[in-house]
């Protein structure tokens, strides 16, 4: 990797990787770099692009870095990542995709993402989106996301995509057996002609499972965002989903949530708010010695916390 690529991976890790650790860099379609460890295999996929990941049992606060890098022109790339986490592990894993495009042909990213989560291990899953370059409509991120959370299993995720991809479509399917606990937590920002499409679906199974869903946005210029939830409890379950949006200058924002109950024990919410940006605290700001767009920076900096 040069210099430039470095920069690039640390918008998305927020820090450097250092040779020792457990990781897996890809980049314009092929591994450059990978180590792994007696506790954690990484091998790759015979039959279509992508990894295995194997967490054994024994792991215990560790952490796992697989980002992607895409950085040639019009290049597209589908990568199919299996996580297969024991029983009782706890890991951390810290992914997601950086495209750099200065040219009209479009470059697109498609990861397909697998969670085999056993009894009782913790997974917290880090993942961030990130687009640059000279000219726009030219970066593509996809993802389908496919959940499997055992018993007493729990799985964290957050997951951010900033300004900078122009389009993106985001599907996650979770199913949870008994005891199990999904937290996800949603960040996206869009601007100029960016569009995104979230899509939730999320089986509430086993007994005493439970989902927190907590999706945030800012949508500014012409950008378009539709988040689409369908939660069913099955079983006696809590499930909450909620949709938080700011919108500013043409964009659209659509929401649209779905609850089904199957079960007269199953407790599911939903709440939905798309909003401007408050006067009120645009002026309170203002009077403190800030300009309008440094008050409105500093609002969504706070709403997107």
């Known amino acids: 990797m040069n210099n ?20 897996n860099i890809r980049k314009n379609g092929k591994t ?14 015979k ?9 054994k049992s024994s792991v215990k606060n560790q952490t796992i870095q697989v980002p992607v890098l895409l950085t040639t022109e019009g290049f597209n790339d589908t990568v199919y990542n299996d996580y297969n986490i024991e029983a009782n592990a706890e890991v951390t894993i810290v992914a997601g995709c950086a495209i750099h495009n200065d040219c009209e042909i479009t470059s697109i990213h498609s990861g397909v993402h697998k969670f085999n989560i056993g009894k009782n291990a913790k997974v917290r899953y880090i993942e ?12 593509v991120i996809n993802t389908d996301t496919i959940i499997n959370l055992s018993e007493s299993s729990s799985l964290t995720i957050e997951t951010v995509q900033i300004s900078g991809v122009d389009k993106s479509l985001r599907n996650t399917v979770a199913v949870l057996e008994m005891n199990s606990v999904l937290e996800i937590s949603e960040k996206l920002m869009t601007a100029s002609n960016d569009e995104v499409i979230s899509n939730y679906k999320i089986d509430l199974k086993g007994m005493n499972s ?13 950008s378009s965002q539709n988040f689409v ?43 939905a708010a798309i909003g401007k940006i408050s006067g009120e605290q645009i002026l ?4 403190l010695g800030l300009t309008k767009e440094e008050a409105e920076a500093e609002i969504i900096k706070g709403f997107m916390k």
């Open 4 to 23: 430039e690529d470095k920069d690039i991976l640390f918008n998305i890790l927020n820090e450097e990787i250092d040779d020792n650790s457990v990781h």
């Open 32 to 45: 450059i770099s990978r180590n792994d460890s007696d506790e954690i295999k990484i091998i790759s996929k």
């Open 47 to 55: 039959d279509k692009q992508g990894i295995e990941i194997f967490v």
């Open 128 to 139: 961030k989106h990130y687009g640059c370059g000279q000219v726009d409509s030219n970066k």
């Open 210 to 222: 439970k989902v927190n869903l907590i999706s945030r946005s800012i949508a500014k210029s012409n």
């Open 229 to 271: 939830s369908e939660l069913v409890g099955n079983n006696k379950s809590f499930g909450h989903i909620e949709c938080d949006a700011i919108i500013m200058d043409n964009a659209k924002v659509s929401s649209t949530p779905k609850i089904v109950a199957k079960n007269v024990e199953a407790e599911l919410t939903h709440e």
């Open 284 to 287: 309170k700001l203002e009077t």
